[in-house]
C-alpha cells in the first residue's frame, strides 16, 4: 500500500513499533502496528520513497484491515493509504547495500529492490496480467529468514516479543510513544516472555493459527507461519521455549512437529542496545 502526507514517516513513527525519525529515500524498516493490548494487527516493510511518500507491505487481508483500523488517524494526520496492487517477489542474492533500490521511468517509480533475510531479493513492480500477488519463493524467503508474518487468521493474537520481533530489529525501545507501547516495553523491561518463535517440520496439513499441545494436553503455542520447501512443510511456531525439549503436537490431528529449534539466542528478554 501506499501512505501519502506530508506527515508520513511522522504518523509511521508514532503508530508502529518502528523509529521512522531522520528517514531518507531509500531507507527499509521492519515495523509492526499493535493495538492497545500490545497485540500486533500487522507487520509491515517500509520503504521510503521521499518525504510525503512510503510504501507499505504487508499479507494483502491483513493491510485491508490495518487500513479500516487507522481510518480515523489517517484523517486527523492528514495522510492517506491507497492499495498499489503491485506485486511482491522473491529471488535468490544479495545486494551489497542495506537500502531499498528504487528505480524510475521519467519521474515515475517502475521497481523496488530490497535486500531481506535468509539471502533473499524482494522486487516490488506494478503487476502484469494474471500473475500470483505474493509467490511462494516470497513467502518462503520470510520463514526462511525466520522472519514470522501476520496472517489474516492471526491479526491480533500474538505480542511481539511471542515473534521475536523484539529481537529482530522490529521494536523500537528507544522511541516515543504508539498504540500497545506500554504493555511491550513493560514485558521487555520487567518480565520474561512466555513463548518464543522457533522453527519447525511437520508431514501434515496447517494453517496459521493452528494450535499445538504437549504430550499432557497442554496447550504451548501455535502455527504462525508455513510453506512447502524442498518437500517439507516449514513452520515458524511460537512456543512455550521449554516445550521445545519434549512432544509437541498438533491439537487437531495429533501429528508431531519435529526439527524443533529456536530462531534467535535464547533470551529472556532483549535488554540490549537498540
Known amino acids: 500500500m501506499r501512505l501519502q502526507g506530508k506527515a508520513a514517516g511522522d504518523f509511521l513513527h508514532g503508530q508502529t513499533t518502528a523509529d521512522f525519525n531522520a528517514c531518507v529515500p531509500g531507507d527499509i524498516r521492519y515495523a509492526a502496528f499493535c493495538n492497545p493490548k500490545g497485540r500486533v494487527l500487522a507487520d509491515i516493510l517500509a520503504v521510503v520513497v521521499s518525504d510525503a511518500e512510503i510504501l507499505l507491505r504487508g499479507r494483502e487481508p491483513v493491510m485491508h484491515k490495518l487500513a479500516e483500523h487507522l481510518t480515523p488517524y489517517l484523517a486527523f494526520s492528514r495522510c492517506t493509504l491507497s492499495p498499489t496492487h503491485w506485486l511482491v517477489e522473491g529471488s535468490p542474492g544479495t545486494q551489497a547495500e542495506s537500502q531499498a533500490a528504487l528505480e524510475y521511468d521519467a519521474e515515475n517509480l517502475t521497481a523496488v529492490t530490497i535486500p531481506v533475510e535468509g539471502g533473499y531479493l524482494e522486487q516490488w513492480r506494478p503487476p502484469g496480467a494474471n500473475e500470483d500477488l505474493e509467490p511462494t519463493t516470497q513467502r518462503c524467503a520470510a520463514l526462511l529468514g525466520n522472519r514470522a508474518r501476520i496472517e489474516r487468521q492471526t491479526v491480533g493474537h500474538y505480542l511481539p516479543q511471542d515473534l521475536n520481533y523484539d529481537l529482530n530489529g522490529t521494536v523500537s525501545f528507544s522511541k516515543g510513544c504508539y498504540t500497545g507501547q506500554e504493555i511491550i516495553a513493560r514485558l521487555h523491561y520487567r518480565g520474561t516472555p512466555k513463548r518464543r518463535l522457533h522453527r519447525a517440520q511437520v508431514a501434515a496439513s496447517v494453517v496459521s493459527g493452528d494450535a499445538l499441545i504437549d504430550a499432557d494436553n497442554r496447550p504451548v503455542g501455535s502455527?504462525?507461519?508455513?510453506?512447502?520447501?524442498?518437500?517439507?512443510?516449514?513452520?515458524?511456531?511460537?512456543?512455550?521455549?521449554?516445550?521445545?525439549?519434549?512432544?509437541?503436537?498438533?491439537?487437531?490431528?495429533?501429528?508431531?512437529?519435529?526439527?524443533?529449534?529456536p530462531c534467535h539466542d535464547d533470551k529472556d528478554q532483549s535488554t540490549g542496545s537498540r
Open 223 to 261: 502455527i504462525v507461519n508455513h510453506c512447502q520447501h524442498n518437500g517439507n512443510t516449514e513452520l515458524l511456531i511460537e512456543l512455550v521455549p521449554a516445550a521445545a525439549a519434549g512432544r509437541v503436537t498438533l491439537r487437531a490431528g495429533g501429528e508431531a512437529l519435529t526439527h524443533i529449534s
